[in-house]
């Protein structure tokens, strides 16, 4: 279409990532029956001891973010669902036995996804440094093939941005993916009266082939479960 007769315009070329993951994501959404459910979790305690932790980390001059929390409570709710960290293969299912979880990252030229391998080995602190250094990576454009492979469950999180919620969409050969968004404030109902909580909306977007509403909602509220309890995390 000539846009040019209505009004002016300007012909900006797609950069190299944004063809490749403009493809990959048209292939996905139309060849994986999506589905998403919506939950929020509570985070307040999770983000005093992040803050307390934050403090004492920062004068070596390391950051956590609660992504780090996230993607060690994401590798621990895999193992207690093994479904959601499997891959369909024609009629079989391949359930993997190792935690390679993806982390979507906003860059100058385009969303890119490294990958905190053995995520369930790793504690709190491993995990932010490689947060930390793959994110500068990708930032410089100095991703390795080898640091973009082998996820089995990506996230995806807005946390730093904003909204309530939206719908990811799945990373094929994975069959699920995690949604983040901005944490509020809220008026929670503790059983005496109504506490502000800071709470966490997650968007979890499933293959509806490998995963049924119901273990998508299992899921979700385990992972919310470890989100709440930080000690889950650490002990």
Same mark, same amino acid.
């Given at each position: 279409?000539?846009?040019?007769? !209505?009004?002016?315009?300007?012909?900006?070329?797609?950069?190299?990532?944004?063809?490749?993951?403009?493809?990959?994501?048209? #292939?996905?959404?139309?060849?994986?029956?999506? &589905?998403?459910?919506?939950?929020?979790?509570?985070?307040?305690?999770?983000?005093?001891?992040?803050?307390t932790v934050g403090?004492?980390?920062?004068?070596?001059?390391?950051?956590?973010?609660?992504?780090? !929390?996230?993607?060690?409570?994401?590798?621990?709710?895999?193992?207690? !669902?093994?479904?959601?960290?499997?891959?369909?293969?024609?009629? *079989?299912l391949v359930l993997?036995?190792?935690?390679?979880? @993806?982390?979507?990252?906003?860059?100058? *030229?385009?969303? &890119?996804?490294?990958?905190?391998?053995?995520?369930?080995?790793?504690?709190? #602190?491993?995990?932010?440094? =490689?947060?930390?250094?793959?994110?500068?990576?990708?930032?410089?454009?100095?991703?390795?093939?080898?640091?973009?492979?082998?996820?089995?469950?990506?996230?995806?999180?807005?946390?730093?941005?904003? @909204?309530?919620?939206?719908?990811?969409?799945? *990373?094929?050969? =994975?069959?699920?993916?995690?949604?983040?968004?901005?944490?509020?404030?809220?008026? &929670?109902?503790?059983?005496? =009266?109504?506490?502000?909580?800071?709470?966490?909306?997650?968007?979890?977007? !499933?293959?509806?082939?490998?995963?049924?509403?119901?273990?998508?909602? #299992?899921?979700? &509220?385990?992972?919310?479960?470890?989100?709440?309890?930080?000690?889950?995390?650490?002990?």
């Amino acid at each position: 279409m000539d846009f040019a007769k !209505f009004g002016p315009i300007e012909t900006k070329p797609l950069s190299r990532i944004q063809k490749i993951s403009g493809a990959n994501l048209s #292939r996905n959404w139309v060849m994986i029956p999506h &589905v998403t459910f919506n939950d929020e979790c509570d985070i307040t305690e999770l983000e005093d001891f992040r803050k307390t932790v934050g403090k004492e980390w920062e004068k070596s001059g390391l950051k956590i973010s609660p992504l780090a !929390f996230i993607i060690k409570a994401a590798a621990e709710a895999l193992k207690a !669902f093994p479904t959601f960290n499997s891959s369909l293969d024609g009629d *079989n299912l391949v359930l993997k036995q190792y935690y390679h979880i @993806g982390f979507a990252a906003d860059t100058p *030229n385009g969303l &890119v996804v490294p990958v905190i391998k053995d995520a369930d080995k790793k504690g709190l #602190r491993q995990i932010a440094q =490689e947060l930390t250094d793959l994110s500068k990576l990708a930032r410089e454009g100095k991703l390795k093939p080898t640091d973009m492979q082998g996820a089995t469950f990506t996230i995806s999180s807005l946390g730093g941005i904003g @909204g309530t919620s939206f719908t990811p969409i799945v *990373n094929a050969p =994975e069959v699920a993916i995690l949604g983040v968004c901005k944490s509020q404030i809220k008026p &929670v109902w503790n059983g005496k =009266e109504f506490a502000p909580r800071l709470m966490c909306p997650l968007s979890l977007s !499933f293959d509806h082939r490998v995963i049924d509403g119901a273990a998508a909602a #299992r899921f979700t &509220v385990h992972l919310g479960k470890l989100l709440s309890d930080v000690r889950r995390l650490i002990l």
